[in-house]
C-alpha cells in the first residue's frame, strides 16, 4: 500500500510508524520544514520525502494530512485537487464543521483520540493509536469503498475507528477537550502566586498550550466552544449561590451527582 503523510509531527510521524511496521506500507512524507522531512527519515518514520503536495500524493492509495487546524482547508484542498481519482484523503484535526463542505467523495474526516505530552517526530511511536478511538465524520456523498479502505487501514494501526456526525464531533471535542484547555487557562491566569498541590497541577496540566496550535482550534471551533463556557458559567453561577447561602445539602447533592457522572463516563455508559 502506498500512503502519504502531509504533515511530520507526533501524530504523522506514529501514522508512518505505524503504517510502515504494521502495514508493510511504503509512506512518502510531507512537511514545509526541510528539516521535519530529515528528521522523519532519521526516525524511520516515512521510506522517502517530498519536497511537494503535489509531489507527496502523486501515486498514493491513501493520503493523511496531519497538519494544524489554521492550515487544513487549504491543504486538503490542495491534496484533493493533486491526488488520484482512486486516493481516499482524510485528515487528523480536531475540528471538523470547517471541512464538511468540500464536496469530494473522496475525502473523510478524521480525528484520533490520541497524543503525548511530548510533540514532534521524536515523540512519534508506533503504538501511538492502540486501543485510542478515531472518529471519522464522512459527508453524505462518500465513496463507501475508500471508507472501507480507510477504516481498515486504521484497524491495522491499532485504531477503533467510530463513525459520528461533524456536528456531534465539534460538540463533544468542543466539551470534552476544548472547554479544559479554556479552564485550565483560566485557573493559572487567577492563581494567587505559590498556587500549588496535586488538584491544581491535575486541573492546569493543558494551560498554555501552542498559541500556534490552540489559537486556531478556539476560532474554527468557537460557537460550540462559546456554547459550553455558558454552561459551564451558568453551573459556576448556581455553586457560587449554594456556597453563599450555605447550601450543604444542595452541594451535597451537586458533588455526589459529579462522582456518578465520571463513574459513568469511566464504565463507558
Given at each position: 500500500m502506498r500512503i502519504a503523510v502531509l504533515g511530520l509531527g507526533l501524530i504523522g510521524g506514529s501514522i508512518g510508524l505505524a503504517a510502515r511496521r504494521r502495514l508493510g506500507a511504503t509512506v512518502v512524507g510531507y512537511d514545509p520544514d526541510p528539516a521535519a522531512r530529515r528528521a522523519a527519515l532519521g526516525h524511520r518514520?516515512?521510506?522517502?520525502?517530498?519536497?511537494?503536495?503535489?509531489?507527496?500524493?502523486?501515486?498514493?492509495?491513501?493520503?493523511?494530512?496531519?497538519?494544524?487546524?489554521?492550515?487544513?482547508?487549504?491543504?486538503?484542498?490542495?491534496?484533493?485537487?493533486?491526488?488520484?481519482?482512486?486516493?481516499?484523503?482524510?485528515?487528523?484535526?480536531?475540528?471538523?464543521?470547517?471541512?464538511?463542505?468540500?464536496?469530494?467523495?473522496?475525502?473523510?474526516?478524521?480525528?484520533?483520540?490520541?497524543?503525548?505530552?511530548?510533540?514532534?517526530?521524536?515523540?512519534?511511536?508506533?503504538?501511538?493509536?492502540?486501543?485510542?478511538?478515531?472518529?471519522?465524520?464522512?459527508?453524505?456523498?462518500?465513496?463507501?469503498?475508500?471508507?472501507?479502505?480507510?477504516?481498515?487501514?486504521?484497524?491495522?494501526?491499532?485504531?477503533?475507528?467510530?463513525?459520528?456526525?461533524?456536528?456531534?464531533?465539534?460538540?463533544?471535542?468542543?466539551?470534552?477537550?476544548?472547554?479544559?484547555?479554556?479552564?485550565?487557562?483560566?485557573?493559572?491566569?487567577?492563581?494567587?502566586?505559590?498556587a500549588d498541590g496535586p488538584s491544581f497541577r491535575d486541573g492546569t496540566r493543558v494551560a498554555g498550550s501552542n498559541s500556534d496550535i490552540w489559537v486556531d482550534i478556539y476560532t474554527a471551533n468557537a460557537g460550540q466552544i462559546a456554547a459550553q463556557v455558558d454552561v459551564c458559567i451558568a453551573q459556576l453561577e448556581q455553586v457560587a449561590a449554594w456556597l453563599r447561602a450555605g447550601d450543604a445539602a444542595e452541594l451535597r447533592a451537586w458533588n455526589d451527582a459529579a462522582a456518578a457522572a465520571r463513574s459513568a463516563l469511566r464504565e463507558g455508559t
Open positions: 518514520a516515512i521510506d522517502r520525502d517530498a519536497d511537494s503536495v503535489a509531489g507527496a500524493v502523486a501515486d498514493a492509495e491513501v493520503v493523511f494530512v496531519a497538519a494544524p487546524v489554521g492550515v487544513l482547508r487549504e491543504l486538503v484542498s490542495e491534496v484533493l485537487a493533486a491526488a488520484p481519482a482512486d486516493c481516499l484523503v482524510t485528515d487528523t484535526g480536531s475540528v471538523k464543521g470547517m471541512l464538511s463542505d468540500l464536496g469530494d467523495p473522496r475525502f473523510i474526516g478524521g480525528h484520533p483520540i490520541a497524543g503525548s505530552e511530548s510533540a514532534g517526530i521524536e515523540a512519534a511511536s508506533i503504538g501511538l493509536f492502540k486501543g485510542a478511538r478515531w472518529y471519522l465524520t464522512p459527508p453524505p456523498e462518500v465513496n463507501r469503498q475508500l471508507y472501507r479502505r480507510l477504516s481498515w487501514v486504521l484497524s491495522e494501526i491499532g485504531a477503533e475507528p467510530a463513525e459520528i456526525s461533524v456536528d456531534e464531533h465539534d460538540q463533544l471535542l468542543a466539551a470534552s477537550s476544548h472547554l479544559p484547555h479554556v479552564l485550565a487557562n483560566a485557573l493559572v491566569t487567577l492563581a494567587p502566586p505559590g
